[in-house]
T-cell receptor, first 113, second 113 residues
Framework: AQTVTQSQPEMSVQEAETVTLSCTYDTSESDYYLFWYKQPPSRQMILVIRQEAYKQQNATENRFSVNFQKAAKSFSLKISDSQLGDAAMYFCARQGGSEKLVFGKGTKLTVNP | KAGVTQTPRYLIKTRGQQVTLSCSPISGHRSVSWYQQTPGQGLQFLFEYFSETQRNKGNFPGRFSGRQFSNSRSEMNVSTLELGDSALYLC????????????FGSGTQLSVL
């Protein structure tokens, strides 16, 4: 099975500090996309950042950036200057030749004031 | 632009009943996907519709079905409900063939008693 693994069920960070969430994946496809989604208590899945596998440059979106290591099949999310509103479940996901997303089990992020 | 709208937000049913969930995608989006989210199994892909045709299907029993209308709105139906069908059902829409980004609704929380 082509899986996505998030090895950290829970993480915590102090407000204004930096935290990194880990994700590894398995795929036999050469062309795919990787995503980080955030799910706050409202339950809506919010797209945080997207990486296209054929691009070597790591994606960034304001305070959010990724470290994409294609050979190692690793895709970590770095949140800088953490804010209270960043507290949520974070899901890593892989998308191959269709619209289907394969999700990891998620990491619960707590931001301490 | 309005987001993905799912109705109803909450639903309580009893075993053996059937249920229909509705999803209105973002205007212009032609692909609609459905996901089931449970604490035990996480997020699992149910199916994807594009231009009224099912393009992809997850590993769920035939009790789970869906359809898409000409205006891209989609419905998901679960017949002969079981206790294990209790879950958050999330709908996502995308341009399909464009950015490949999926935008999610807030979900329908189904409780089967």
């Amino acid at each position: 099975a082509q899986t996505v693994t998030q090895s950290q069920p829970e993480m915590s960070v102090q407000e204004a500090e930096t935290v990194t969430l880990s994700c590894t994946y398995d795929t036999s496809e050469s062309d795919y996309y990787l995503f980080w989604y955030k799910q706050p208590p409202s339950r809506q899945m919010i797209l945080v950042i997207r990486q296209e596998a054929y691009k070597q440059q790591n994606a960034t979106e304001n305070r959010f950036s990724v470290n994409f290591q294609k050979a190692a099949k690793s895709f970590s999310l770095k949140i800088s200057d953490s804010q209270l509103g960043d507290a949520a479940m974070y899901f890593c996901a892989r998308q191959g030749g269709s619209e289907k997303l394969v999700f990891g089990k998620g990491t619960k992020l707590t931001v301490n004031p | 632009k309005a987001g993905v709208t799912q109705t109803p937000r909450y639903l309580i049913k009893t075993r053996g009943q059937q249920v229909t969930l509705s999803c209105s995608p973002i205007s212009g989006h032609r692909s609609v996907s459905w996901y089931q989210q449970t604490p035990g199994q996480g997020l699992q892909f149910l199916f994807e519709y594009f231009s009224e045709t099912q393009r992809n299907k997850g590993n769920f029993p035939g009790r789970f079905s869906g359809r898409q209308f000409s205006n891209s709105r989609s419905e998901m139906n679960v017949s002969t409900l079981e206790l294990g069908d209790s879950a958050l059902y999330l709908c996502a829409s995308s341009l399909a063939g464009g950015s490949r980004k999926l935008f999610f609704g807030s979900g329908t929380q189904l409780s089967v008693l």
